[in-house]
């Protein structure tokens, strides 16, 4: 992983030229702890459904919500939900925003996926996907910051319709957080974020 300063998360010149662009499919129902699911065997499939998790999470804007997402969307022997990058980075947000609630947080704070990246393969069911959000919150001014963030994906199969969740293993090193559509950006590995048509539903919603 390419190694960048801090405020590459906070700012940057946009590139010249653009770089190369993922889709991702959309969504095609809901999962456990309301987590938007149907993404499909793919290895962008993975992506999406990272993209989605990670979205929950940072716009739950709680540690309750961190722990109850984790738990239905990690497998066995996943990074335990207390040492989860998300849930220390949902820590160190509140941590910034004391005195303000976190009900507060949660309706002012929004997670767009705007680059990603599949890191790597490993047969059909198994993808080291990479999200870069675009983090927004708004308390008493507008802040916005780039989020990287990756995890190892697997397949699971389910009544109806499988399902990608976080693999077993240590945490993969961390995704450089990087001003979207900027050169940095490129050099990081990030492609932008186009959105492809939702896959056709099958199986339960839960």
């Known amino acids: 992983m390419l190694a960048v300063p801090p405020d590459a998360s906070r700012s940057g010149t946009p590139a010249a030229r653009p770089g190369p662009a993922i889709t991702i499919p959309a969504p095609s129902r809901v999962g456990p702890a309301d987590v938007p699911t149907g993404f499909p065997r793919i290895p962008e499939g993975a992506v999406g459904q990272l993209a989605a998790i990670e979205a929950t999470v940072v716009q739950g804007m709680s540690i309750g919500r961190a722990h109850a ?49 599949v890191k790597g393969v490993d047969g059909q069911d198994w993808v080291l996907a990479c999200v870069l959000l675009n983090v927004t919150a708004r308390i008493a001014t507008q ?37 979207p559509g900027t050169d940095l950006a490129g050099q990081a590995g990030w492609a932008t974020w186009t959105s492809g048509p939702s896959p056709v539903a099958t199986g339960p919603t839960r």
């Open 69 to 117: 997402v984790h738990h239905a969307w990690a497998a066995p022997g996943a990074v335990p939900a207390d040492s989860w990058d998300l849930t220390a980075s949902i820590q160190a947000f509140l941590g910034s925003a004391a005195g303000t609630r976190a009900a507060d947080l949660a309706a002012v704070v929004v997670a767009t996926p705007v680059a990603a990246k």
């Open 143 to 179: 802040a916005r910051v780039a989020y990287g963030h990756c995890e190892r994906m697997q397949w699971t199969p389910g009544a109806g319709a499988g399902r990608w969740v976080i693999a077993p293993g240590s945490a993969p090193a961390r995704a450089p957080s990087t001003w």
